[in-house]
């Protein structure tokens, strides 16, 4: 067990690491090249608004599962070539975890930067967990995706070496 947490601690800085690089620091160079709040503001909500990222999420890893365990027990070249296309997709959905994270984190800093009067600890107070609830949510997401793929490769490893061709 203690293995598994450093593991997953280890999961998350390199998820910070990665966000940080992939989106934060993109987002911000953005902000900084065009410093226009409004336009952000419109990109931002338009990204958030519907609960359809949410949605979209939960079907795509649900298909993504339900193929792998399909995949795991039928080894058929049809089967693996779509069990590979969802396992992109889980790859995409990831990323996008990643990107909200980085730009829910870089939208403090931008604020700070460009209206620091009307920053209050009330919207830290929600920028800040969501960020870091969508940092979390790519760390467990890509920690599954990857145990999935190990155990799928192990299995079909050794059930392809059992039954030669």
Same mark, same amino acid.
């Given at each position: 067990?203690?293995?598994?947490?450093?593991?997953?601690?280890?999961?998350?800085?390199?998820?910070?690491?990665?966000?940080?690089?992939?989106?934060?620091?993109?987002?911000?160079?953005?902000?900084?090249?065009?410093?226009?709040?409004?336009?952000?503001?419109?990109?931002?909500?338009?990204? *958030?608004?519907?609960?359809?990222?949410?949605?979209?999420?939960?079907?795509?890893?649900?298909?993504?599962?339900?193929?792998?365990?399909? %995949?795991?027990?039928?080894?058929?070249?049809?089967?693996?070539? *779509? %069990?590979?296309?969802?396992?992109? *997709?889980?790859?995409?959905?990831?990323?996008?975890?990643?990107?909200?994270?980085?730009?829910?984190?870089?939208?403090? &800093?931008?604020?700070?930067?460009?209206?620091?009067?009307?920053?209050?600890?009330?919207?830290?107070?929600?920028?800040?967990?969501?960020? &870091?609830?969508?940092?979390?949510?790519?760390?467990?997401?890509?920690?599954? %995706?990857?145990?999935?793929?190990?155990? &799928?490769?192990?299995?079909?490893?050794?059930?392809?070496?059992?039954?030669?061709?």
């Amino acid at each position: 067990m203690r293995t598994a947490v450093a593991k997953f601690r280890s999961r998350l800085v390199s998820e910070f690491l990665i966000i940080v690089l992939a989106s934060f620091f993109p987002f911000f160079y953005m902000f900084l090249q065009n410093s226009d709040l409004d336009e952000l503001d419109r990109n931002f909500r338009s990204f *958030v608004a519907s609960g359809f990222l949410l949605k979209y999420t939960l079907w795509m890893v649900g298909i993504y599962l339900a193929l792998s365990v399909v %995949h795991y027990y039928y080894r058929k070249d049809p089967v693996a070539m *779509v %069990h590979g296309v969802f396992g992109q *997709v889980a790859s995409g959905i990831i990323n996008v975890y990643r990107l909200a994270a980085g730009v829910i984190l870089a939208l403090p &800093l931008i604020w700070f930067l460009e209206e620091p009067e009307t920053l209050t600890a009330a919207h830290l107070g929600l920028f800040i967990p969501f960020g &870091l609830g969508c940092l979390f949510v790519s760390a467990i997401f890509s920690s599954v %995706h990857e145990w999935i793929e190990i155990k &799928l490769d192990k299995h079909l490893t050794k059930r392809s070496s059992a039954f030669p061709a």
